[in-house]
């Protein structure tokens, strides 16, 4: 965990939340983006809920984070998600954006690099998102700040694959580059969003929780001090067809470069033409691969707990 000790008066944790990492409990962040930027009201604040209560029923704590009158918060109450959901200001919070949002004193959703920069100032390992951010289509250079995240903090990221948008094979060879290892959740390829992966091959395979709580702790155990992508496919039967996702993907490229779309518009302009060209048929799909995302999590979050709690006993009885 990074030193907190600048970042104490803007950083607020649930108590339940707090509760939780002092007792040694399993807690899962996660992020907002879905919330403000992800999908329209109602259907985002219902699966935001659907999320935690997933974590929930895994034995976990739910922690969501954003940023609310500026503060981060790490752990949000049912009526400030409903906040975030009905809000049409609500600033997209990557890195780079902390301070303006913070010292402006309003709303903000945070992308996968904010949330795993508040989840590690509260000590939390595990993370729940749809799809993490990468390299982009194209040769303009333009990469997400999740990578960057990712490389140089120690938090782990369930999530199925790189958005669909990107590209996706670069994206993996960056995770490699910046040493993030990337653990199949039952499956020998990367997922791809929207779908269960073609051929590129993840790092190692775990079958089950206990498995990946067993990596990442050795993982980080040895001194390594980077994320770590859990890759979990979306579920059997809400996967979409490859094809249709493909030209809806092209056509909104085309779209956006028209519309000079460009930088960190291009992903949410993309994710909302694919929803108009599959009839919503993707958003749906979305919110399947989220909610199993953020089952997963609670169930490693939980094995994770487990094994370090065991680790602890070991060590304070040999002393």
């Keep these: ?14 108590d339940d939340v707090s509760e939780a990492l002092a007792a040694g409990r399993a ?4 992020e907002s983006t879905i919330i403000s930027h992800g999908m329209p009201h109602p259907d985002n604040v219902s699966t935001a809920l659907a999320c935690e209560a997933a974590v929930r029923d895994a034995g976990a704590v739910p ?3 954003a940023v609310i009158d500026g503060t981060l918060r790490v ?3 049912d009526d400030e998600v409903e906040r975030l959901g009905r809000a049409d200001d609500v600033a997209k919070v990557s890195l780079r954006d902390l301070g303006w949002v913070l010292s402006g004193g ?3 959703a945070t992308t996968v690099a904010a949330t795993m920069h508040a989840a590690d100032l509260a000590g939390i390992r595990v993370f729940a998102t749809g799809g993490i951010g990468g390299v982009h289509r194209g040769g303009d250079l333009d990469v997400s700040a999740d990578l960057t995240a990712l490389g140089r903090i120690p938090v782990a990221v369930v999530c199925s694959g790189p958005k669909a948008v990107l590209d996706v094979a670069r994206t993996l060879e960056a995770l490699e580059t910046l040493g993030v290892p990337v653990i199949g959740q039952g499956v020998d390829v990367l997922p791809e969003f929207w779908t269960r992966g073609t051929d590129l091959a993840v790092g190692t395979r775990s079958d089950d929780a206990a498995r990946t709580a067993a990596i990442l702790e050795a993982h980080w155990g040895c001194g390594l001090t980077t994320g770590a992508v859990v890759a979990n496919p979306i579920p059997v039967g809400h996967e979409l067809d490859r094809d249709m996702i493909a030209a809806a993907i092209e056509s909104g490229l085309a779209a956006a470069a028209t519309r000079g779309i460009r930088g960190r518009e291009v992903t949410p302009f993309l994710l909302t033409h694919v929803a108009a060209a599959t009839d919503g048929r993707s958003q749906v799909a979305n919110m399947a691969l ?3 995302n953020a089952a997963v999590a609670g169930r490693i979050a939980v094995a994770l707990a487990t094994l370090h709690g065991s680790t602890e006993a070991r060590v304070g009885s040999a002393g």
């Design 1 to 14: 965990m990074v030193d907190g000790s600048r970042a104490a008066g803007r950083l607020v944790v649930a």
């Design 27 to 30: 807690v899962v962040a996660l």
């Design 63 to 65: 922690a969501t984070v």
């Design 75 to 77: 752990g949000l109450a």
């Design 106 to 108: 309003g709303l903000g």
């Design 290 to 292: 989220v909610r199993d």
